[in-house]
T-cell receptor, first 116, second 108 residues
Framework: DAGVIQSPRHEVTEMGQEVTLRCKPI?????LFWYRQTMMRGLELLIY????????DSGMPEDRFSAKMPNASFSTLKIQPSEPRDSAVYFC??????????????FGPGTRLTVL | KNEVEQSPQNLTAQEGEFITINCSYS?????LHWLQQHPGGGIVSLFM???GKKKHGRLIATINIQEKHSSLHITASHPRDSAVYIC??????????FGTGTRLTIIP
C-alpha cells in the first residue's frame, strides 16, 4: 500500500502565480481531506470530500482557493493568485467512512509551499 | 479562548519516564483524535475516541466526556516518541478543530 501520495513535495513560487497541489488517496478510501499547517494557526481543515463530492468547504480561506475531486483517485487544491501568506504545509488525508466523516485518517507527507 | 487547549505546550523528559499530555475542550463533541507529528513533518493518527479508553502498545488515550477532557499517556518513553502530539475534536456539527500541539522531547 503506497499510502496517500502528494505532489509536489516542495513548491516555491512568486506572488501572483497559480499553484496546484495534487493528492492521490489510498485506494478504497471514500473521504478526502485537505489541511493547511502554519506556525501561527497550526493545523486547519480546508475542505473535505465524501464520494468525490465536497461536503464542507467552510475552512477554505477565500475565493483564491479552490479544490476539486474529479474521481475517487485524484484531488487538486488550487490557489490563484497565490500570496506570501499562503506559505504553509498542505496535507491531504483520506479515510474510509460509512456515514461519519472523521474516522481514523491517513495523512500524506505534505506539500511545503513557499510564496515569495 | 480556543475550543481546544493542550497542556503542556512543551515537555522534556528522560527516557523511561511516564508521560501525560492533556487536552481540554469547551464544546460538545462526537469524537476526539490524537495525532502524532514526527520531526520530519509526517502526521500519523494515533487514536479516535468517543468514550472510555484505548490502548495501543505503550500509548493509552482516555476521555472523560462529562469533564470535556482527554489525556494521552506514554509508558516507558523512548527517544523515538519525540514528536508533536496534536489533539483534535469533532463537534456536534461535525466540525473538526485542532489543538496547538504538545512538543515532546525524550532525552536518552
Amino acid at each position: 500500500d503506497a499510502g496517500v501520495i502528494q505532489s509536489p513535495r516542495h513548491e516555491v513560487t512568486e506572488m501572483g502565480q497559480e499553484v496546484t497541489l495534487r493528492c492521490k488517496p489510498i485506494s478504497g478510501h471514500n473521504s478526502l481531506f485537505w489541511y493547511r499547517q502554519t506556525m501561527m494557526r497550526g493545523l486547519e481543515l480546508l475542505i473535505y470530500f465524501n464520494n468525490n463530492v465536497p461536503i464542507d468547504d467552510s475552512g477554505m480561506p477565500e475565493d483564491r482557493f479552490s479544490a476539486k475531486m474529479p474521481n475517487a483517485s485524484f484531488s487538486t487544491l488550487k490557489i490563484q493568485p497565490s500570496e506570501p501568506r499562503d506559505s504553509a504545509v498542505y496535507f491531504c488525508a483520506s479515510t474510509r467512512t460509512s456515514g461519519r466523516p472523521y474516522n481514523e485518517q491517513f495523512f500524506g507527507p505534505g506539500t511545503r509551499l513557499t510564496v515569495l | 479562548k480556543n475550543e481546544v487547549e493542550q497542556s503542556p505546550q512543551n515537555l522534556t523528559a528522560q527516557e523511561g519516564e511516564f508521560i501525560t499530555i492533556n487536552c481540554s475542550y469547551s464544546v460538545g463533541i462526537s469524537a476526539l483524535h490524537w495525532l502524532q507529528q514526527h520531526p520530519g513533518g509526517g502526521i500519523v493518527s494515533l487514536f479516535m475516541l468517543s468514550s472510555g479508553k484505548k490502548k495501543h502498545g505503550r500509548l493509552i488515550a482516555t476521555i472523560n466526556i462529562q469533564e470535556k477532557h482527554s489525556s494521552l499517556h506514554i509508558t516507558a518513553s523512548h527517544p523515538r516518541d519525540s514528536a508533536v502530539y496534536i489533539c483534535a475534536v469533532v463537534n456536534l456539527n461535525e466540525k473538526l478543530t485542532f489543538g496547538t500541539g504538545t512538543r515532546l522531547t525524550i532525552i536518552p
